[in-house]
Nanobody, 124 residues
C-alpha cells in the first residue's frame, strides 16, 4: 500500500510560483496514475491534472491550463506540480492521489490513495 505526503505549500503573492511535491513510500509509483486535486473552503474537491505510468499528462481544470504542469520522477518516487502565475483563486488545500490504472482518471472517487494535503495561499 502506498503512502503519499505532499509538501511545498505556503503563502505566495499573486503572480508568483510554487512547486509542490508528492513523495511516496510503501510502494514504487512506477505503475500508478497520480493526480493533483485541490479543495477550497466550501467547495468540492477539484481534479486538476494527472500523469500516467507512461508520463502522459492530462489537464482537467481549465482554470490551470497554461499555468500548472505535472511531472514525475520515478527514480525519486515523486510527482511534482509546478504552479506559475498564481492567482488568489488558487488558494486551497492541494492533494495528490494515486491509483493503479493504465491511464489518467479525473474524479476523486477513482483514486485509492491520498495524501493529507498542503495549504497554498495566494495573496492579492
Amino acid at each position: 500500500q502506498v503512502q503519499l505526503v505532499e509538501s511545498g505549500g505556503g503563502l505566495v503573492q499573486a503572480g508568483g510560483s510554487l512547486r509542490l511535491s508528492c513523495a511516496a513510500s510503501g510502494d514504487t509509483l512506477d505503475d500508478y496514475v497520480i493526480g493533483w486535486f485541490r479543495q477550497a473552503p466550501g467547495k468540492e474537491r477539484e481534479g486538476m491534472l494527472c500523469i500516467d505510468r507512461r508520463f502522459r499528462s492530462m489537464v482537467y481544470a481549465d482554470s490551470v491550463k497554461g499555468r500548472f504542469t505535472i511531472s514525475r520522477d520515478n527514480a525519486e518516487n515523486t510527482v511534482l506540480l509546478q504552479m506559475n502565475s498564481l492567482k488568489p483563486e488558487d488558494t486551497a488545500v492541494y492533494y495528490c492521489a494515486a491509483v493503479l490504472r493504465p491511464w489518467c482518471v479525473s474524479h476523486p472517487s477513482d483514486y485509492a490513495y491520498w495524501g493529507h494535503g498542503t495549504q497554498v495561499t495566494v495573496s492579492s
